[in-house]
């Protein structure tokens, strides 16, 4: 790829995850060319679930997925809270039944990347995604940025365009070129465990639920496909959180054991889920250590910049990464169709979203939606209660829910 310097500017793309399918499907809608370099030699369903709030929703509904993501998600009805003792704390709709003009996506990872794939492929080329290629390096030459590649079978391939893209994950190569004075990921105390299981539908049937609090064990479930069985089972996600010494490194698919977190919830059998024979049913688990690192105080260099989990690696709560992801890619397209000096295009980005996400970072620490949990747990000494009014009020509930999604910008206009 060579740089025009006519036209729109050709744009770099590395990695293939949500957040470098985006961006390549925003800057073909928009008319810049664009090409996306994947290090797998094949790319695979892997992970579990996530979930798309109606902000990034929306931003995929304006570029045409709606209709995919719909018969491949479950649409999010509520987002529910319990205690560890099954009490009722909290409930709330969601989506478009809480007044969003959008749907919020229950979705398997694997599903979302799939959809998102094959409208690259169909509307930008069947060679708009090259895998095989890692990226081990980039820099600005003569004009124009070039990314530096190695081939499954130890080429080196140079790329040459007017702007290269870091969309590579948290384990980003080209964050780490940038600032290599960083120190390793912020452990939070806190290990999840993940997994699946094919289970007949509970409460709505598109019910986010969060369980308990994190001293004790937390989980949280909610389904992410229907009917997989032809009998209307539904394939269910779970992710147990427990506090523990970090016991591994940052990897999305390291495998874990039932048999190091599943005795907090051994006494879970609520009368609309039993817990313990959920996580049995799992045919996998994977552990994670709930890790972030603290925001960068840049994410430009040139003609090179960084985006989604590479810019902003954060906690995972709040089902939020994927959506801010999906938000940088619709700021870095606006950046470059309004500004035709791609260095200061980039820099007009980062303005907009270092900060923004770098909110969202902290707040994922302290005050996520689960706080609400925290606070239940706290104040009723981890305690059965009789009525939660008497635990916490109505109005303390929505300050925590209303306060994150100001943060995480799906706020609902007030009127």
């Not at 080196?156 to 990921?185: F, M, T, Y």
């Not at 302290?366 to 706290?378: K, Q, Y």
């Not at 009789?386 to 009127?415: C, F, H, M």
Request: hydrophobic letters at 40%; glycine letters at 10%.
């Amino acid at each position: 790829m060579t740089p025009t310097h006519r036209g729109r500017p050709e744009i770099v793309i590395v990695g293939a995850g949500v957040a470098g399918l985006v961006l390549a499907l925003e800057l073909h809608d928009a008319g810049i060319p664009c090409r996306v370099y994947e290090a797998v030699p094949e790319i695979r369903a892997l992970g579990v679930g996530i979930n798309v709030l109606p902000h990034a929703a929306a931003v995929l509904g304006q570029l045409g997925l709606e209709a995919d993501l719909t018969a491949s998600a479950v649409l999010t009805q509520e987002s529910v809270f319990f205690t560890r003792f099954g009490q009722l704390a909290h409930r709330e709709p969601a989506g478009r039944l809480a007044g969003y003009p959008d749907p919020q996506y229950s979705i398997h990872r694997g599903d979302l990347q799939a959809v998102l794939l094959s409208a690259v492929r169909d509307r930008l080329g069947a060679d708009a995604v090259v895998t095989g290629h890692t990226c081990t390096g980039v820099r600005d030459a003569d004009g124009a940025a070039v990314a530096e590649f190695r081939t499954a079978d130890g080429a080196v391939v140079r790329v040459r365009g007017d702007a290269v893209i870091a969309c590579d994950g948290v384990n980003s190569a080209i964050r780490k070129q940038l600032h290599p004075e960083e120190g390793p990921p912020r452990y939070s105390g806190v290990t999840m465990w993940r997994g699946v299981a094919v289970w007949e539908p509970f409460l709505s049937g598109g019910s986010m639920v969060r369980i308990g609090w994190l001293d004790r064990g937390k989980l949280v479930v909610y389904p992410i496909r229907d009917d997989v069985d032809g009998h209307g089972r539904q394939l269910v996600n779970w992710v147990a959180e427990r506090q523990t010494p970090q016991r591994s490194e940052r990897d999305w698919i390291r495998r874990g054991e039932l048999a190091d977190f599943a005795d907090a919830y051994s006494d879970w059998h609520f009368d609309w889920l039993d817990v313990p024979a959920l996580l049995e049913a799992s045919e996998s688990v994977l552990e994670y250590p709930m890790v972030d690192q603290e925001p960068l105080s840049w994410w430009t260099a040139g003609r090179v910049t960084l985006l989604g989990d590479a810019a902003h690696p954060m906690v995972p709560r709040g089902s939020n990464g994927a959506g801010q992801a999906v938000l940088d890619a619709r700021a870095l397209r606006r950046a470059l169709v309004a500004e035709p000096d791609v260095p200061a295009a980039l820099q007009d980005y980062e303005s907009e979203r270092r900060p923004a996400t770098a909110l969202v970072v902290r707040t994922n620490r302290t005050n996520p939606p689960d706080a609400i949990l925290r606070e239940v747990s706290r104040r009723s000494g981890d305690r059965p209660f009789a009525r939660i009014e008497d635990v916490i009020s109505a109005e303390e509930i929505a300050a925590i829910s209303d306060g994150y999604k100001n943060v995480a910008g799906y706020a609902l206009p007030t009127s």
